[in-house]
C-alpha cells in the first residue's frame, strides 16, 4: 500500500476517532485498518496511537504525523485542482469553536458574511467554553482567551480584551458595591466551570501586590452565556471578559466594579490583558479556505472590535 494511501487512512482514524469509522469511510474492513495500522507503526518504528476499547488519541509521534498528512494531503488536492481547472478552489468544510457569548455575538455574523462570498465553504460553529484538544478534535480553528499554553500550536490574537467584575445596577443598589476584593465573600458570585473544574479561585494584581481569593458562589454554569445572563438579571457579581459584555456595560445594563484592579482566573498570564486568539494547527500548508477564513476573521475584528 503506498503511503498516500495510509496518510488518507490515518487522517480518517482520527477524523472518526475509531478504527471501524475510518473503516466504513474507506471501504475497508476493521481487520484491514488494524492491519495496515500496525504496518504503519512498524515502518516508523514508533507508536502513533494510544488504544483502548473505548478510545483512541494520538501519541506525541502521532501528532507530528497526523500533522504532515494533513499538510501533504491538503496540498496535493489544492495542486490536483489547480491543474485541473487553472484555480485553487474555495471549498469544503471550515470547523471552528468558539465561547458561546464570543461565538454568537461575533463569530457567527462573520461566518455568515464569509459564506456570501464563498458560498461552497460549509461554516460549523461549535459554541463551547471547554478547551478541546486540537489535534483530535477535527476543528481548523478554536477561538479562545488567554495565553498559549501548548507550544506545537499557533496562536494570533484577534482583540485585546481584559477580564472584569460586572453586576447590573439593580444588584449593587440592593447589595453595595464591593471596594476591595476581599469584600467580593460578602457578596453572591457567579462562576464558571470548565473541564469539570470551578473556577472559584480569582486573583487581583494591585501594582506590585498580588492576592487570591475563593469565593463562594452562589452559582455555577460550564457556559459563559449564562453566566453574563445571570449577570443581567441582577443575581450577583461575574468575572468577564470586556469583549463579552462591552455593549452590556455601554448600554448601562451591567456595570463593572474594582476597576484598579487586574483579575484573572489563573496567576499564569503574564501581562493584565485575558486577550482573544485564534488557535490553529502549525500547518505549513493550509488549504486556501483556511488560509482566506483566517484572513478575513482577522481583518473583521481589527476593524469591528471596539475595546474601552
Known sequence: MDKFSDMELFISIIKN??????????????????????ALENRYGVKLLNRTTRHISL???????????LDIVNSLKETENLLQTGTTEVRGPLKISAPRDIG?????????????????VIPYLYL?????????????FVIRYGELADSTLISRKLAPSRRVLCAS?????????????QELTNHSC???????????TWHFRDDDNHNTLTVVPKRFSD???????????????????????????????LVTVLDDCMKNFNTQTSSANADLNVIYLSRQYQ??????????????????????
Open 17 to 38: 476517532q475509531s478504527l471501524a469509522g475510518a473503516g466504513r469511510e474507506m471501504g475497508l474492513s476493521p481487520a484491514t485498518v488494524t492491519a495496515r495500522l500496525q
Open 59 to 69: 501519541t506525541d509521534s502521532g501528532a507530528l504525523y497526523h500533522h504532515a498528512c
Open 104 to 120: 454568537k455575538q461575533y463569530i457567527a455574523p462573520i461566518l455568515a458574511e464569509f459564506s456570501e462570498y464563498y458560498p461552497d
Open 128 to 140: 463551547s467554553d471547554d478547551l478541546a484538544n486540537l489535534a483530535e478534535s477535527g476543528l481548523d
Open 169 to 181: 445596577p439593580s444588584y449593587l443598589e440592593k447589595n453595595g458595591t464591593p471596594i476591595e476584593p
Open 190 to 200: 457567579l462562576a464558571m466551570v470548565r473541564s469539570n473544574e470551578e473556577l472559584k
Open 223 to 253: 457556559d459563559g452565556e449564562v453566566i453574563r445572563q445571570w449577570a443581567l438579571d441582577g443575581a450577583g457579581i461575574a468575572l468577564k471578559s470586556i469583549l463579552d459584555v462591552q455593549e452590556d456595560i455601554n448600554q448601562r445594563r
Open 287 to 308: 488549504p486556501k479556505r483556511l488560509r482566506l477564513f483566517l484572513d478575513f476573521l482577522i481583518e473583521r475584528f481589527r476593524t469591528r472590535c471596539p475595546v474601552n
